[in-house]
């Protein structure tokens, strides 16, 4: 069994995974590796940013734990530390050998995470001329579907995080809907399923229907996520740790 952790360029992988192993957490903990070595890896205290990542540079595994109502399970993350040139064909044909380790990867997962930066029509703070255009976001996906039926025989649950949830809704407020706790939430996986896929990803909902349809995936979730907001960060790892964690 294995989990992918991937996405387009400058969408925040780094931020998102930095923030997740913060030790400040609610149900979902990284015991591997440490927050601090981590942190020294990839955050500029300098320029108080993440690091950019130029190329492919190595396959990071992060193992992680998550309570859940039955216990506490566990979780090993291949985390593909790519800056998304990898995505580029110029850039596989004149790096085949990293191209292949990374199809060899995804072609082990269960699990995918895929981060997806938001598209400008939905951006109501900040620039939204930072962002592509709700057409260019489709077709983006519209590649991400193609590659995953091509490439991903062993996928079975495709997670899709649009990330950057606090530049396009009240976190807080969504936060508290969709919510999760050991003990009982209101919302189920498919309701909080449906709630995020009717308000956010309903652009793409022919394409998230052709994959449940023409794949061997069980299922497409939908989340949104953002680093100010822990509640809706760890969603897409309780979900993981319900399904395939150990």
Not at 7 to 29: I, Q, W
Not at 163 to 188: H, I, M, R, V, W
Request: contains cysteine.
């Amino acid at each position: 069994m294995g989990i992918a952790y991937i996405g387009d360029r400058f969408v925040g992988k780094t931020h998102l995974a930095l923030e997740l192993a913060n030790p400040e957490s609610n149900y979902v903990k990284v015991t591997y590796p440490a927050y601090n070595i981590l942190k020294s890896e990839l955050y500029s205290q300098e320029k108080e940013e993440t690091i950019s990542t130029n190329e492919i540079t190595k396959i990071r595994q992060l193992d992680l734990q998550v309570q859940l109502p039955s216990g506490k399970k566990n979780l090993t993350l291949d985390w593909i530390d790519s800056s998304g040139e990898n995505w580029r064909e110029s850039w596989q044909q004149q790096n085949p050998q990293k191209w292949q380790i990374f199809l060899d990867t995804l072609k082990q997962s269960e699990g995918i995470l895929l981060i997806l930066s938001p598209y400008r029509e939905i951006i109501t703070v900040g620039n939204p001329e930072e962002f592509i255009t709700h057409q260019q976001w489709c077709n983006r996906f519209e590649r991400w579907g193609q590659f995953f039926q091509a490439q991903c025989p062993k996928l079975r649950h495709l997670l899709l995080c649009l990330n950057k949830a606090d530049l396009f809704c009240d976190t807080q407020k969504e936060a508290k809907l969709l919510g999760y706790s050991p003990n009982g939430s209101e919302l189920n996986w498919q309701q909080r399923n449906d709630h995020v896929f009717k308000r956010y990803f309903t652009p793409i909902k022919q394409q998230i229907r052709e994959l449940n349809k023409n794949t061997e995936i069980n299922s497409v979730r939908c989340f949104i996520t953002t680093i100010k907001e822990r509640r809706l960060l760890e969603l897409p790892w309780l979900y993981l740790g319900t399904y395939l964690g150990y």
